[in-house]
């Protein structure tokens, strides 16, 4: 256990969780490369977008922080990184104020991106916030109840990828759902291996993943299914020979299925942290890879 000094920034750099951020700014690195390849790319909007993406992914890691210490979800056989309220580094009333003052912040940062995307932006920003705390908070917390894996391809893929190509070109293309979903699939896998890891601490918890409702089987196979399909969707670039986009993430296959045979050898345990680095690091070749191939299209 790290010993802090309560509410310390030490404390609250923890409960950020900046390895986190890399999921949040990967969608944006990739809808900007899809601008690119469409000769539409503006890098100050697509700043923007990585800021408030930022910010809400800090601001989800305190909620869900908050009030899975509330459930009692973050007991003492957790197997995942420490929290900071259940570790006592921050104290729940500190909490509220920094989920507030991160998410005004972010709304602060969204809106000037109303100069860009117009007025409707306002509404994929307050459905960004709500699900923020919806996915634990709430009579019906959707994470609680198998809803997360579908919610990380939304807020992870079709929002922020869709979000940050349309501020810089003003238009929605069949390639934006495209890259969207690969996205999405590919940030997923980190959802996986963590509710692999922690399936059945999940279950004495009440927390009905889908690997919880399916087992951990299912769960092992629906790791390696997210990255292939992930993988084979970007052949779609094909049908406009841009051959770069369709064939550099073919290589993200490789390790990929490394990591996927790793995660079913050790099975269970905090081993299992070590495929969340590996699964980490494939999901940003797999983006690198396409970004790369979108700008070389």
Not at 34 to 50: E, H, K, S, Y
């Given at each position: 256990?790290?010993?802090?000094?309560?509410?310390?920034?030490?404390?609250?750099?923890?409960?950020?969780?900046?390895?986190?951020?890399?999921?949040?700014?990967?969608?944006?690195?990739?809808?900007?490369?899809?601008?690119?390849?469409?000769?539409?790319?503006?890098?100050l909007p697509a700043l923007i977008c990585a800021i408030f993406a930022g910010l809400m992914q800090v601001a989800a890691n305190f909620i869900n922080d908050l009030f899975d210490y509330l459930k009692g979800t973050d007991r003492e056989d957790r197997l995942g990184?420490?929290?900071?309220?259940?570790?006592?580094?921050?104290?729940?009333?500190?909490?509220?104020?920094?989920?507030?003052?991160?998410?005004?912040?972010?709304?602060?940062?969204?809106?000037?991106?109303?100069?860009?995307?117009?007025?409707?932006?306002?509404?994929?920003?307050?459905?960004?916030?709500?699900?923020?705390?919806?996915?634990?908070?709430?009579?019906?917390?959707?994470?609680?109840?198998?809803?997360?894996?579908?919610?990380?391809?939304?807020?992870?893929?079709?929002?922020?990828?869709?979000?940050?190509?349309?501020?810089?070109?003003?238009?929605?293309?069949?390639?934006?759902?495209?890259?969207?979903?690969?996205?999405?699939?590919?940030?997923?896998?980190?959802?996986?291996?963590?509710?692999?890891?922690?399936?059945?601490?999940?279950?004495?918890?009440?927390?009905?993943?889908?690997?919880?409702?399916?087992?951990?089987?299912?769960?092992?196979?629906?790791?390696?299914?997210?990255?292939?399909?992930?993988?084979?969707?970007?052949?779609?670039?094909?049908?406009?020979?841009?051959?770069?986009?369709?064939?550099?993430?073919?290589?993200?296959?490789?390790?990929?299925?490394?990591?996927?045979?790793?995660?079913?050898?050790?099975?269970?345990?905090?081993?299992?942290?070590?495929?969340?680095?590996?699964?980490?690091?494939?999901?940003?070749?797999?983006?690198?890879?396409?970004?790369?191939g979108m700008i070389l299209s």
């Amino acid at each position: 256990m790290i010993e802090l000094k309560k509410n310390s920034f030490r404390a609250w750099l923890l409960a950020a969780r900046p390895k986190t951020l890399s999921g949040a700014l990967l969608p944006v690195m990739i809808g900007s490369a899809l601008a690119f390849m469409d000769n539409t790319f503006r890098w100050l909007p697509a700043l923007i977008c990585a800021i408030f993406a930022g910010l809400m992914q800090v601001a989800a890691n305190f909620i869900n922080d908050l009030f899975d210490y509330l459930k009692g979800t973050d007991r003492e056989d957790r197997l995942g990184p420490e929290r900071a309220c259940a570790q006592g580094w921050i104290s729940v009333k500190a909490m509220k104020i920094g989920i507030l003052i991160t998410v005004l912040a972010a709304c602060l940062v969204g809106c000037s991106l109303l100069f860009y995307g117009g007025w409707e932006l306002i509404i994929v920003g307050i459905i960004c916030v709500v699900f923020a705390f919806l996915y634990t908070t709430g009579p019906y917390p959707l994470s609680y109840n198998g809803w997360g894996d579908l919610l990380v391809i939304v807020f992870f893929g079709f929002v922020p990828v869709g979000g940050t190509y349309y501020v810089q070109s003003l238009q929605l293309t069949p390639e934006v759902a495209v890259t969207s979903l690969v996205c999405g699939l590919v940030v997923d896998t980190l959802l996986v291996v963590n509710n692999y890891r922690d399936r059945d601490a999940d279950k004495r918890s009440g927390k009905r993943t889908v690997i919880v409702r399916f087992g951990d089987t299912f769960g092992s196979y629906l790791y390696l299914l997210l990255g292939v399909m992930a993988t084979f969707c970007c052949l779609y670039f094909l049908k406009d020979k841009h051959w770069y986009a369709a064939l550099l993430p073919l290589f993200y296959l490789i390790p990929h299925i490394i990591t996927w045979k790793k995660m079913a050898q050790i099975y269970k345990g905090k081993a299992l942290n070590s495929i969340l680095g590996e699964t980490s690091r494939n999901m940003l070749l797999m983006g690198f890879l396409l970004s790369l191939g979108m700008i070389l299209s």
